[in-house]
């Protein structure tokens, strides 16, 4: 079991690491490349040469990586002009912010979604399934935006109950004083993961509640409920887990769309800002990331799998 | 009174655009402590009506119509909630398949504890206690870290031990046992079958055994219920319903069976069409339409049961009862009595019937073996590890097997389950590349053809899959599916490929018009016949034919065996037939071949190795399987094969039987025993064995008989 861990985090490492160059080289096809940039598209071209001088930029590809990767290493993402702060820093503050938004809206998932799914699947084809199914359909298909939006405008707007902007403080502790503005951004977020979740669970409980252990546990004369809690329940979220294991990633890189509607300062909104302003150390630093949260998520989800299958050997 | 008395039960299952009249009419009686046999084919609601007793119809199904008395209470009318008492408490249910049966995430102790917990209350070190009791009983090992198992690290016969010991656990009054053995090995079969009868004694239990195996019925049952269509057929007493059955679909049922035709080189009785449609069935007696006899009132009225005086029982008033206007008028004929009437009547193959009689192989008639393999060896390698994937022992699936087949004949291959025979004929037919040794076609090595020649090379051996459904593409209509191979091997143009595909449907018995559908409008015997027809298409010298026949119930069966033996008299084809049951593989073969864990322990001509076996193992086997004679079934309870099949990944050291040999001896781990005539030892100056292709060979120190060869030759020298 360790040992896998440890193997699987080695694997983790040669992942980030391809990652990195590709996330390298495609900066290095920027147009105008880094100094351009930095400096404004006003620059000499003398002026360009001193900053390449002096950050190194006129060295060899394989040495700028390398020597970057050894400033990564040490947590050091380089520094944004734009912001005119450090990007470690800088992700040091966003990252907690964007953990809370997306961990508590997974949660919420959870929590709503499993449910749904279960009733759905045990009441099938009738009128709460039929409904379930229709509202999962609406929120699957409407675009973040609007939902967004459509939540702003009802219950910001027509009904005074929430701010229609996340909490702007800068610690984490305030952001939970402030806990009426944080009530939007996480529905509008949980709802399109609602919606699919609950067809997971809905489907994977079908699944299982045809299958012959079921008919088993009839004959023994098991009830109805006893069935669903002792028997399906953890069959059923074996695939569940794996797809929650797969949609961490998000929880790091944060919600672009959500966090911009509300003007949430999280990774996403960094994220989309810095992309608009062509600041690529911040681009290079969350993409970093997020790759490596992809790579533990998926360690995750294998070993939390582990431990609800007893047939999946690590 | 009766333990349990069902009277005049009707079943439907509604589904979305019909509904199934599943059972109609159904009555039965099982006494205290007797074993009452339900058996017929798939469809014939047998099933049904175990579910229907249990109240565990599957969604859609609801019982319309009649009563199930048990124990005093009309389960049919009776709550969910005292149902939910006695399953499980008075009544208790083995399945089919162990491995889908038990929950794969809870582990064995809970699973079979649970009954307890439900019905008696007791929870706790109290339910270990009786679990661990129970396991010991059931012959599974009963320490307290067995109770932490799961499923999935037991064998397939140690599951069917967890079912029957949840089953059992609450001391039931009844035990209905749904296809017990079917998805299980026949060594393990027996062993099931027998604990099962061991415990049914001791506990005075009544079963109801759901079977289509006449076998399993013929060993196990006191009475046989017959079931045909949803409705009982017959039912007697199990000595009698063998001997002399009334109803005329029981009695082609037996004609069907491959054993009672074997050896005598005559086609097997092949009850013609398919079961009905349950959505509307047939108005009058439902085998009418199936059946040789059948008379106008057949067609019209619904036979009644009619009851005649059953002698074999003891108790007074027990009678045989059948619903059939023209019931069969004397005994079933013994073998040698069938191959006498089929000599009276001596009714030659109706070829006219056949719009088209195939051309033969391409291969020429030149005396040269048409198959051969030499020292064949497989092993796939077992690994370890994430990143290195390093090699950590290797699965010793075929291990050195020499085996010909001439023009024109059947070899037929049996062994248990992981014996190696599948990939035997996966390597024949070059779906597997072997570990060393080789395989010839007409002398040549299949592995060292190249390009065109290779291409041409696999035209002339094609492979029959035992799963007719999962081998055909479901999105490919019959034309396509037929026309494939033809392309992949650019055979003439497309008008001789569309005429080539008339005529395959020709050869298999099917319509032409059969071409344009898909494989899910076919039955499962159907698609067997497509399936052969695609192995036919490229008119290849061997077909492969790999458990063709073992998902088929026994009268489709019986046409599907028919075609393939007159396929190969028109067509001179050679077949490796690969079954676990040897009394098909006695049917269809000439020469019979048996495989134990990758070797090849005897060969020879197949009557003489069905008749004097020399290895302890084909005598066990044939032991083992269940044939359809209660008497023979009786004879031989107490003998057959032991244990489980040992790891392929660790073979025992010399023979490799000997672990389960019941004359096994020191000299068995330590020498293994040469493949030869007589068997024995090495010898320093080995027989000739140029004795012809048909020369009977052993790998066994103790051969069986050897003594009497032994002492027919002493007495010749003095």
């Known amino acids: 079991m360790i040992g896998y861990i440890l193997r699987r985090l080695l694997q983790s490492v040669a992942v980030v690491i391809v990652v990195t160059i590709i996330v390298f080289l495609l900066l290095q096809a920027l147009p105008g490349g880094a100094a351009h940039a930095i400096l404004g598209p006003r620059a000499t071209p003398a002026q360009i040469a001193t900053f390449n001088e002096q950050n190194g930029l006129n060295q060899p590809l394989i040495l700028q990586y390398f020597h970057d990767l050894g400033n990564w290493v040490t947590g050091n993402f380089g520094f944004s002009y734009k912001l005119n702060q450090s990007v470690s820093s800088l992700l040091w503050e966003r990252l907690p912010k964007t953990l809370i938004l997306s961990g508590l809206a997974l949660l919420l998932t959870v929590i709503v979604a499993i449910p749904i799914g279960i009733i759905q699947a045990v009441r099938r084809n009738r009128t709460f399934d039929y409904i379930a199914t229709a509202l999962s359909f609406i929120f699957y298909a409407a675009p973040t935006f609007f939902i967004g939006l459509v939540l702003i405008d009802w219950f910001s707007q027509k009904l005074p109950w929430f701010p229609p902007e996340a909490p702007q403080s800068d610690g984490i502790i305030p952001i939970f004083q402030d806990f009426d503005a944080m009530v939007l951004p996480i529905v509008t977020l949980a709802l399109l993961s609602i919606a699919g979740f609950s067809r997971y669970m809905r489907s994977s409980v079908l699944d299982n509640v045809n299958q012959d252990y079921v008919r088993t546990a009839r004959a023994k004369g098991a009830s109805e409920t006893r069935i669903l809690t002792r028997h399906v329940l953890r069959n059923a979220l074996i695939p569940i887990i794996t797809l929650l294991g797969l949609s961490l990633p998000a929880l790091f890189a944060g919600a672009l769309i959500t966090e911009s509607i509300f003007n949430f300062p999280g990774m996403g909104l960094l994220f989309w800002n810095a992309a608009q302003q062509s600041d690529y150390p911040i681009e290079l630093g969350v993409v970093i990331i997020t790759a490596f949260a992809t790579v533990i998520g998926n360690l995750i989800a294998d070993v939390s799998l582990a431990a609800i299958d007893p047939r999946v050997q690590l | ?718």
Request: charged share 25%; glycine share 8%; hydrophobic share 40%.
């Open chain 2, 1 to 718: 009174m009766p333990l349990l008395e069902i009277r005049g039960l009707s079943t439907d299952i509604r589904l979305s655009r019909s509904t199934v009249h599943a059972l109609d009419e159904v009555s039965l009686t099982v006494e205290a402590g007797e074993t009452l046999g339900l058996v017929g084919e798939s469809g014939s609601g047998k099933t049904m009506t175990a579910l229907s007793i249990e109240r565990l119809l599957p969604s859609g199904g609801d019982i319309v119509g009649g009563e199930i008395w048990f124990d005093g209470v009309d389960l049919a009318a009776a709550s969910e909630q005292s149902m939910r008492s006695i399953r499980g408490g008075d009544i208790g249910m083995i399945f089919q398949d162990p491995m889908t049966s038990l929950n794969p995430v809870q582990t064995i102790g809970e699973q079979v504890g649970e009954p307890l917990v439900l019905h008696r209350g007791m929870s706790g070190s109290a339910v270990h206690t009786a679990v661990r009791d129970m396991f010991e009983l059931v012959g599974l090992p009963s320490t307290e870290r067995s109770l932490n198992t799961y499923p999935h690290q037991m064998s397939g016969g140690q599951r069917q031990r967890v079912m029957i010991a949840m089953a059992l656990i609450c001391e039931p009054k009844l035990l209905i046992a749904d296809e017990p053995t079917t998805a299980l090995d026949v060594t393990v079969q027996k062993q099931i079958l027998e604990l099962i009868d061991r415990l049914r004694v001791e506990r005075n239990m009544a079963m109801i055994l759901v079977t289509h195996d006449l076998g399993v019925i013929a060993g196990r049952a006191d009475r046989v219920s017959v079931m045909y269509a949803g409705k009982i057929a017959e039912m007697a007493s199990t000595t009698t319903l063998f001997a002399w059955p009334r109803h005329r679909y029981t009695e082609a049922l037996f004609e069907a069976l491959p054993e009672r035709a074997a050896g005598t080189g005559m086609e097997l009785y092949s009850i013609p069409g398919l079961p009905p449609d349950l959505v509307s069935p047939p108005p009058a007696c439902r085998f009418a339409p199936r059946c040789r006899f059948a008379i106008d009132r057949c067609r019209t009225i619904v036979p009644d049961m009619e009851a005649v005086p059953d002698d074999s029982l003891t108790e007074p008033g027990s009678v045989q009862e059948f619903a059939c206007f023209v019931p069969c008028t004397g005994p079933l004929l013994s073998a040698d009595e069938l191959v006498a009437r089929h000599e009276l009547d001596a009714r030659p193959v109706d070829v006219a019937d056949r719009a088209w009689v195939a051309p033969t192989t391409e291969v020429p008639e030149d005396g040269v073996t048409l198959l051969r393999t030499e020292d064949l060896v497989k092993d796939f390698p077992v690994t370890a590890g994430a990143i290195t994937r390093r090699r950590v022992g290797a699965i010793s699936a075929v291990a050195g097997v020499s085996i010909s087949i001439g023009r024109g004949q059947t070899l037929g291959l049996v062994g248990e389950s992981g014996c190696g025979k599948t990939t035997l004929g996966r390597l024949v037919v070059g779906l597997e590349k072997p570990s060393s040794g080789s395989v010839l076609f007409r002398g040549r090595r299949v592995q060292m053809l190249r390009g065109a020649e290779a291409r041409e090379g696999r035209r002339n051996i094609q492979f029959m899959f035992q799963d007719s459904y999962a081998s055909l593409d479901p999105r490919m209509r019959v034309r396509s599916v037929l026309r494939e191979p033809l392309e992949i091997q650019h055979v003439g143009n497309s008008r001789d490929r569309n005429k080539r595909v008339d005529e395959l449907l020709d050869a298999v018995g099917l319509p032409r018009s059969a071409a344009e559908r898909y494989p899910h409008e076919f039955s499962g015997g159907q698609r067997q016949r497509i399936g052969l027809a695609r192995a036919l298409a490229l008119q290849p010298a061997l077909i492969v034919a790999d458990e063709p026949v073992s998902a088929l119930d026994v009268s489709i069966q019986a046409q599907v065996l028919n075609l393939m033996k007159e396929l190969q008299r028109d067509r001179e084809l050679a077949y490796l037939f690969i079954s676990h049951d040897l009394s098909v593989v006695r049917y269809l073969s000439d020469m019979i071949a048996v495989m134990y864990l990758g070797k090849l322990v005897e060969i020879g001509p197949a009557a003489d190795v069905y008749a004097r076996p020399q290895h302890h193992y084909t005598r066990g086997l044939i032991d083992t399987i269940p044939i359809a004679d209660p008497a023979a079934e009786r004879a031989k309870a107490r003998l057959g094969v032991r244990g489980e099949l040992p790891s392929a990944m660790n073979p025992p050291s010399g023979c490799r039987f000997r672990t389960r040999c019941p004359a096994a001896q020191e000299i068995c781990a330590r020498i293994e025993p040469p493949l030869q005539v007589g068997g024995g030892g090495i010898r320093p100056h080995p027989l000739p064995t140029s004795s012809g292709p048909a020369s009977h060979l052993v790998a066994c120190h103790f051969p069986l008989n050897t003594e009497a060869v032994v002492h027919k030759t002493g007495r010749k020298g003095s």
